[in-house]
Structure formats: C-alpha cells, structure tokens
C-alpha cells in the first residue's frame, strides 16, 4: 500500500527474480537489512517494454530502484555502489574503489554478456531457438572472463581490497550460475573456493530456482 | 596504502589513439591538465596480447593506467572515475554520482558494444571480413542506444546534474564517431547539441583521425 510519509526511505526495486543482474541488488539489500518493495518484472515476456515500465526506464531493463519521490536508478552496478554508500560493502579507499568499478565494469563487458546471456538462452528461449546456434562462442568466451577471474582469486579472498564487497557481489551473481548455461567451473579451483565464500557472508540470500520449464530447458541444453 | 589520484605523480596510459575507450581517459587527463606518458599500445594489431601486456593486464585491453610503483587500474569508466575523484569532472551528490555510473554502465553494456564495435569492423577489419555480415544488427542496436540518450538529452544539456563530467566523456567518446561506423546521427538533434558543447568544453581535445588505410576502409564501408 501506499508508502506514506513515516515510511519514507523504503525503495522499490523493479526486478525479474531469476535474472543475476536483479538478484544482485536482492542480495545487497539483504545483507544492509534495508526495507525495500520488490515489483516482479519479467524481462523474458516483455514487462520492460510496456509504455508505463518505458517511461520509467527508456533502455528498458530491470533492476531499477525507485524512490518515494519518483526519481530512479538503473543499472545494477551502480545501485549496489549507491546502495553501499558509507557501508562495509564499498571501499573508502579511493584506489581500492577504483578496483570495484572496474572488476563491475570488466562484469558487465567481458563476463555477463557471455556467462548470463548463454544461461539465457539455454533457459529462457524456445528448444529450437536460433540464438543456440551462438552457445558455442558464448561458452569460450565465458571461458576467457572465468580465466581472468581464476588468475586473480589464486592469489586473493576477495575481488577487492581484504573484504567482501560490491565487486564480489557483481561477479558471484551469474559466476555462481554459470552452469546454467553449460559454462563448467571444473576448471577453476579458486572460483569455486570463492563461490563458497560469498554463500557463507553474513545475511547471504541464494537466486531463486529457475522455474520448472526454465529448469527442464536448462537440463535440455548441458 | 594507497595514495589519492592526485599524489601518485606521473601516470603512464597504455592507450590505442584511435580508440573512444583510450580517448576517454586522454580528453580527462588533458582536461585535468594531468602529466601522464603515454604507450601507444595497438589492440588492432595484437599488442594488448603479448606476455608482458597480459601480465599487467590479464583481461588483455586498453586502456589501462599504471603507476609508478606498478600497480595498475583496467577499464576505461573506472580510470575515468578515479582520476576524476575530487574534481568538477565527478558529482559529489551521491545520487547525482550514481547517476554518472549509471550512465557509464549503459555505455559499455547497451552502446560501446554496437556503435564502438560496428566502427571497428568498418575500419580495422578487412573488407571481406566475415564480422561485416554482423553491422547491420549492430547498427539497429546502435539506434536503440542512441535513441535512450536522444530521449534523455532533449530536456537536458548533460547527462548527470548541470555539469559537464565523467558521463559525457564516457559517452561522447563512441557517439562522436559513429558515422565511421555507418550509423548516422541525422535523427538526433539533441545529441548533436550535446556533441557541440561537449568539443567547447575548456581544455578539450578531439581524437586523432583514423589513418589512412582505416579511412580508406571506413569509405568503402559507408
């Protein structure tokens, strides 16, 4: 119901349960203890492209957050790095935070555009879909961004700095879903040890399952 | 411990000239009046993949900053956002600073891909290039993003707040030149605005032109 004036502060979060993208935003908020109202805004049967949802977001994509006054922010990257503002999850070093962008930016480019996009079309396409025809291709170069991932994680916990941060959320969101997508971690020891690490921080939420016929499409696609 | 930005001395950039991304980081250093050496590194001509690149840079790009104790920064929006710490070029309203990001993500996920990328084939691929089956499909998602920044731009002269920053280099790097990649800006007055008062802005400086054989390419690409 409406959101009035004491409960100023309480965003809306337009998003699609299933997506890493959408989930990764969940994921802070949990772990901040933050109130939010979470709209569920399926991507994959064009809620983001209805002229209401448009008007909100012309690009058309989820998550979005919205405040109480209307205002808006898309772009999952930059909502977890405004949501963590002043808290343990965003370096206050100004180089380590340069780090965080750019382990998000190396996410949104080199890694989500393959890891997600192959879980995508495995799981939320027609069986007979030609977008299969570009798995392979997907897969290797999800492959190069899991080997840039591995080079780095030998030697370190955490993508950034000593601590669990929003770098470390971006990156586990599709990464720990890879196989979704036919993409196996078997390879990449310190990725899974990772993996392990991020499920167990403090308030950790997991992605929802995807749904039975996402889920028979996926078994279909291994 | 790190140093801020602007306690690090002089910054060498691994950069390729003709490159929007690299020309992003020269146009803010240039702007900042920044000393900074620059290593003219051809990504066209795989000089991001050599061993001793790849040991800076595992991910195997330009552009990337170094300092001059060997620590080094990747991606092209992040470096913007580091050396832009503590200048007008960054928002100090964190909403107004998430904004920046936001803008900056939607670039390299819903624009460089399809503007940068369509420009790279047209001047740096053969002319019998496989990759050129692909520019149409490029171009029309190239439409779409410019479409989202036409939309924005028509009731604003910048994109983040009322200030020139970190947004509008990060956009108007590709979007200036996306004609070399057959995908004309006739359609978006606004952003021809934006683009003219961006070349104004104190300091500025344009990005070298492609050289003769990628102009020759270009043409014929046309």
């Given at each position: 119901?409406?959101?009035?004036?004491?409960?100023?502060?309480?965003?809306?979060?337009?998003?699609?349960?299933p997506?890493?993208?959408?989930?990764?935003?969940?994921?802070?908020?949990?772990?901040?203890?933050?109130?939010?109202?979470?709209?569920?805004?399926?991507?994959?049967?064009?809620?983001?492209?209805?002229?209401?949802?448009?008007?909100k977001?012309?690009?058309?994509?989820?998550p979005?957050?919205?405040?109480?006054?209307?205002?808006?922010?898309a772009?999952?990257?930059?909502?977890?790095?405004?949501?963590?503002?002043d808290?343990?999850?965003?370096p206050?070093?100004?180089?380590?935070?340069?780090?965080?962008?750019?382990?998000?930016?190396?996410?949104?480019?080199?890694?989500?555009?393959?890891?997600?996009?192959?879980?995508?079309?495995c799981?939320?396409?027609?069986?007979?879909?030609p977008?299969?025809?570009?798995?392979?291709?997907?897969?290797?170069r999800?492959?190069?961004?899991?080997?840039?991932?591995?080079?780095?994680?030998?030697?370190?916990?955490?993508?950034?700095?000593?601590?669990?941060?929003?770098?470390?959320?971006?990156?586990?969101?599709?990464?720990?879903?890879?196989?979704?997508?036919?993409?196996?971690?078997?390879?990449?020891?310190?990725?899974?040890?990772?993996?392990?690490?991020?499920?167990?921080?403090?308030?950790?939420?997991?992605?929802?399952?995807?749904?039975?016929?996402?889920?028979?499409?996926?078994?279909q696609?291994?």
């Amino acid at each position: 119901m409406a959101r009035a004036a004491e409960c100023v502060g309480v965003i809306t979060v337009y998003g699609f349960s299933p997506s890493g993208n959408c989930h990764k935003v969940r994921l802070l908020l949990e772990q901040l203890g933050r109130s939010y109202h979470w709209v569920e805004t399926d991507s994959s049967t064009g809620a983001t492209r209805t002229p209401d949802y448009l008007a909100k977001n012309a690009n058309g994509k989820v998550p979005l957050v919205e405040l109480d006054d209307g205002r808006v922010l898309a772009e999952s990257n930059a909502i977890l790095f405004w949501l963590a503002q002043d808290t343990a999850y965003l370096p206050t070093d100004a180089w380590d935070r340069a780090q965080a962008l750019s382990w998000m930016f190396f996410e949104q480019y080199s890694h989500e555009p393959y890891v997600a996009v192959a879980r995508f079309i495995c799981g939320w396409t027609p069986a007979d879909s030609p977008r299969r025809a570009g798995l392979a291709q997907l897969r290797e170069r999800a492959h190069d961004a899991l080997r840039v991932m591995e080079t780095h994680l030998r030697a370190r916990e955490w993508f950034t700095g000593s601590h669990y941060g929003i770098a470390d959320i971006a990156l586990f969101a599709y990464t720990d879903v890879a196989p979704h997508g036919g993409i196996s971690l078997g390879a990449y020891p310190a990725i899974r040890d990772w993996l392990h690490r991020v499920r167990h921080t403090a308030g950790f939420v997991p992605m929802v399952d995807p749904d039975p016929r996402a889920a028979a499409l996926i078994a279909q696609s291994a």
